[in-house]
């Protein structure tokens, strides 16, 4: 081989990586793009506030544009991902700020979307709860961090498959 000339294998390698190069960026854009929606909870967030979850050493965090809401790890009291509040939670006499509006679609209507975390509040001790809009592609990477942080599993609806 000559100094200075270019291999077809070589050559291939830099067209498969300039190919590539703009799917990376695009997926790490897309990875910014909040991903969870607050639709429902005990906390005066507005309905539809898109944001992110946060999950640290010692509390989890969901923070949109206008605001946040804190729940250390020690207060969970239960966690459930379905495609509807869970009669369990419906049931409760939960002082609702925001009544989550969970409408189930007649088609696709058992895919799971809807991240719901009980959680004893600061206030007196009283049951507070968060609810977020999430699809499931968004909320399969916290569900086994969620499990191992908090030390209890979160209840997902079982006729979806997560592999």
């Known amino acids: 081989m000559m100094p200075g000339k270019i291999t077809l294998r070589a050559a291939l390698l830099i067209l498969l990586a300039a190919a590539l190069a703009p799917q990376r960026i695009s997926a790490r854009e897309r ?19 898109k944001g992110k979850l946060e999950i640290e ?27 509807d509040l869970s009669r369990k939670v419906r049931k409760m006499k939960l002082k609702w700020k925001v009544k989550p509006q969970v409408v189930v679609p007649v088609f696709g209507g058992n895919q799971n979307r809807y991240f719901t975390i009980l959680y004893k509040g600061e206030n007196k001790g009283r049951t507070e709860a968060l609810v977020l809009e999430v699809s499931p592609d968004s909320m399969r990477p916290y569900l086994a961090e969620l499990d191992l942080k908090i030390g209890q599993r979160v209840e997902v609806e079982g006729y979806e498959h997560y592999d």
């Not at 969870?36 to 005990?42: E, M, S």
């Open 31 to 49: 990875a910014v793009e909040p991903s969870f929606k607050y639709a429902g909870g005990t906390t005066m967030l507005p309905e539809g506030c």
């Open 57 to 83: 050493s010692a509390a989890m965090i969901f923070e949109c544009p206008e605001g946040s809401v804190t729940i250390p790890y020690a207060s969970v009291r239960l966690m459930q991902y379905r495609h």
